[in-house]
């Protein structure tokens, strides 16, 4: 089993900055990709950015140029860097870790 802890969500004014962050535990697999959902009320969830082991990066289009994912040397903690935020991006941002393992979410509200 793993076990994903998200921290760092919150309330901030648009154009405001706030960075998330993901412990992974337990059974980790190498060679995992790990991302950041997110799910706005009455929405699906959706993918926001994705790294894998190697590092390679993958971003929604509405978020590029704005955010940016991270992990560190140890591969068990990824990062969502999140500048010139918008109310759009206000929804619960969720960890996964494939195959389907996934956090208890953090809300980001970006107020107007």
């Known amino acids: 089993q793993v076990q994903l802890v998200e921290s760092g969500g919150g309330l901030v004014q648009a154009g405001g900055s706030l960075r998330l962050s993901c412990a992974a535990s337990g059974n980790i697999f190498r060679f995992n990709t790990m991302g950041w959902y997110r799910q706005a009320p009455g929405k699906q969830r959706e993918l926001v950015a994705s790294i894998t082991w190697g590092g390679g990066r993958n971003y929604d289009a509405s978020v590029k140029g704005r955010f940016t994912i991270s992990r560190d040397s140890a591969k068990t903690t990824v990062y969502l860097q999140m500048d010139s935020l918008k109310p759009e991006d206000t929804a619960v941002y969720y960890c996964?870790?494939?195959?389907?393992?996934w956090g208890q979410g953090t809300q980001v509200t970006v107020s107007s």
């Open positions: 996964n870790m494939n195959p389907d393992y």
